[in-house]
């Protein structure tokens, strides 16, 4: 078993110091889950904060449950590091650099979107978004389908989706498949996740002001508060990590609330990769589209408060969850059913784009340099520079 270090064993650092170094390695964090790498190495290897098995266990819990992964690594982190007040200055130091940036951006978007050069060059950012979530619809699909059953639900996710049925149905559809034909694993977790104490004090204050918020919202400003309750309920259902969140978005954003046109939608992911974070800070695009600063600041909270509240309120009882051969067969039918719905976002993404040679060889490029193992930063820039270069030539 995980022996964690008591407090007095470790030279516990101050919460200011965990939010400015969380803060630090939010302003470059690229390549979404591939931060846990980054993660890892500040806490483990550089300031010696947790050891590599109890940060290894983190990891394995924040994959296990909905939400944005190095997001929830970082509370994971801070959580061990200085309890539930280390784990909000982590979370909200990572994410902060992520959040400033994309309001700056959102306000310019509304302001020059329309001018030729930058039409132009989201035209290439959106050829460049496709190839990004049909990459990932293939390389999830590749590490996680591995059987004819598999295959099935995950075929049966796509199909619905595509017809409109709620995502939130689809996967609830999805676990009920995978409870029914999957079959036990048989595993048994060999290193238990270092135990905590239940949730303290401080988390049940957070949760309270957490459901504060949301009653608050709906008493002021209905909107608003449809706004946060669509993005909680996004992140609610989001397991597999960021990209799981985007046909859920797409869904509620575009199909149901029309909030956004898919083409602006495909702008706001295109931005969200280009910033750092985690995508679905597309959120923040969203909300100050559609509602100014202040739905900016309510989509924000409304997409990142569940996935924090789960990863503090779960760490105490994982050994438990991850030990339920139901858990995990639900968990399966779950991860299965997104790569249908990454498959039908994929093509309801590409229906939205104007393709011509030129979008379509920048697309093909993309896709092609993500498979020979090309990170996602830098197809996005060589992109945006592709697209300058032709811009330049034509006119």
């Known amino acids: 078993m995980v022996t964690q270090p008591a407090p007095s064993e470790l030279q516990q650092p101050s919460l200011a110091s965990v939010f400015f170094a969380f803060f630090r390695l939010g302003l470059t964090a690229f390549g979404g889950p591939a931060m846990v790498a980054y993660i890892r190495k500040m806490v483990v290897g550089q300031k010696g904060w947790l050891d590599s098995a109890g940060f290894d266990d983190g990891v394995a819990l924040c994959q296990a449950i909905p939400g944005a992964t190095a997001m929830q690594v970082t509370a994971y982190a801070g959580l061990r590091i200085r309890g539930v007040t280390g784990a909000f200055a982590a979370f909200v130091g990572f994410g ?27 035209l290439a950012l959106q050829a460049i978004v496709v190839a990004l979530v049909a990459y990932a619809t293939v390389s999830f699909g590749r590490t996680s ?7 099935l639900i995950a075929g049966i996710a796509a199909v619905l989706f595509f017809a409109g049925v709620s995502p939130i149905v689809v ?3 999805a676990a009920l498949l995978g409870i029914t034909l999957l079959p036990a694993t048989g595993k048994k977790q060999e290193t238990p996740v270092t135990t905590l ?3 303290e004090k401080s988390f049940l204050i957070m949760l309270a002001l957490a459901a504060a918020f949301f009653v608050l919202l709906w008493f002021l400003q209905a909107s608003l508060y449809d706004l946060a309750a669509t993005m909680a309920r996004i992140d609610l259902f989001a397991f597999g990590g960021g990209f799981a969140a985007l046909p859920l978005m797409f869904h509620e954003v575009v199909v149901v609330h029309s909030w956004l046109d898919s ?10 990769q280009v910033t750092p974070g985690p995508i679905v800070i597309t959120a923040t695009f969203v909300g100050y589209l559609t509602y100014g600063f202040w739905g900016g600041i309510v989509a924000t909270i409304g997409i990142f408060t569940p996935s924090f509240l789960f990863v503090v309120g779960t760490v105490p009882y994982y050994d438990r969850l991850r030990g339920s051969q139901l858990y995990q067969k639900m968990f399966q039918g779950i991860l299965f059913s997104f790569v249908g719905l990454l498959l039908s976002v994929t093509i309801k993404l590409a229906l939205a784009v104007p393709w011509s040679w030129f979008p379509g060889l920048l697309a093909a490029g993309a896709f092609l340099s993500l498979l020979l193992g090309a990170g996602s930063l830098w197809v996005v820039i060589a992109g945006i520079g592709i697209a300058v270069i032709q811009f330049i030539i034509v006119h």
Do not use: E
């Open 96 to 122: 902060l650099p992520a959040f400033i940036l994309m309001m700056v951006v959102s306000a310019i978007y509304v302001s020059t979107s329309a001018l030729p050069p930058v039409m132009a060059l989201f």
């Open 197 to 199: 104490p239940r949730p």
């Open 145 to 151: 389908l591995r059987h004819g059953i598999h295959v």
């Open 171 to 173: 996967i609830v559809l």
């Open 263 to 272: 083409t602006t939608f495909i702008n706001g992911l295109a931005l969200g």
